[in-house]
């Protein structure tokens, strides 16, 4: 009998938008599970994951997922040969605490401050995508841009509008996200580094 091989990027994504999707209708549900800090000294450290399975809104939801969805099975792949199967699984939830925890120190004394999302696991993701093809193109708002070329970009942009500090994206997460996915990654599977760097020199264009 062949065996059944259950995608991990899809039950995430199942699991995420129900979860989302309760938390819509749900105000407790949402406040209970977003990452707050005060939260963290009752003791409530599930949050360090819970956060990443509630969104501010549909588009958000849907946003995060479709990446997600798109490059989650290359990595999968790659992550599922460890760990018993649940290499993925663990790389994605690690993502989430590594995203976080940055943004909980500094403002770990600040009841005012939120975050919820899965969007530090999701840059793990698509970070550790960028190593295997950096020149590969990846549609953004239908535009294709080599993957290389976007992570420089969403650096860059991540940075400015983590100074400026006018909005209520955790711009912090999703750098500290994109790092653990490269930084684990290479961990992993050292000879990676210079398979992206063989890689980055075969400009395509």
């Given at each position: 009998?062949?065996?059944?091989?259950?995608?991990?990027?899809?039950?995430?994504?199942?699991?995420?938008?129900?979860?989302?999707?309760?938390?819509?209708?749900?105000?407790?549900?949402?406040?209970?599970?977003?990452?707050?800090?005060?939260?963290?000294?009752?003791?409530?450290?599930?949050?360090?994951?819970?956060?990443?399975?509630?969104?501010?809104?549909?588009?958000?939801?849907?946003?995060?997922?479709?990446?997600?969805?798109?490059?989650?099975?290359?990595?999968?792949?790659?992550?599922?040969?460890?760990?018993?199967?649940?290499?993925?699984?663990?790389?994605?939830?690690?993502?989430?605490?590594?995203?976080?925890?940055?943004?909980?120190?500094?403002?770990?004394?600040?009841?005012?401050?939120?975050?919820?999302?899965?969007?530090?696991?999701?840059?793990?993701?698509?970070?550790?995508?960028?190593?295997?093809?950096?020149w590969k193109l990846i549609f953004v708002f239908f535009i294709p841009?080599?993957?290389?070329?976007?992570?420089?970009?969403?650096?860059?942009?991540?940075?400015?509008?983590?100074?400026?500090?006018?909005?209520?994206?955790?711009?912090s997460a999703h750098l500290w996200g994109a790092a653990y996915g490269?930084?684990?990654?290479?961990?992993?599977?050292?000879?990676?580094?210079?398979?992206?760097?063989?890689?980055?020199?075969?400009?395509?264009?």
């Open positions: 009998m062949l065996g059944l091989t259950i995608s991990h990027t899809l039950i995430l994504i199942i699991i995420t938008a129900i979860i989302s999707f309760m938390a819509f209708q749900n105000q407790a549900l949402m406040n209970r599970l977003i990452f707050w800090p005060p939260a963290m000294q009752r003791g409530q450290y599930d949050r360090f994951i819970t956060h990443g399975f509630v969104h501010a809104d549909g588009a958000h939801l849907l946003f995060n997922m479709i990446t997600l969805f798109f490059f989650g099975s290359i990595i999968e792949a790659f992550y599922r040969q460890y760990f018993f199967d649940l290499g993925f699984v663990l790389f994605y939830l690690g993502g989430l605490i590594a995203a976080i925890v940055p943004s909980y120190l500094r403002h770990k004394n600040d009841a005012r401050w939120a975050s919820l999302g899965a969007s530090g696991a999701v840059s793990a993701v698509l970070f550790a995508y960028i190593l295997f093809e950096p841009v080599p993957a290389i070329i976007f992570a420089v970009l969403y650096v860059a942009y991540s940075i400015w509008s983590g100074k400026r500090g006018n909005s209520n994206i955790n711009h490269v930084i684990m990654t290479i961990i992993i599977e050292p000879r990676l580094l210079p398979h992206f760097l063989n890689k980055l020199m075969q400009v395509p264009f």
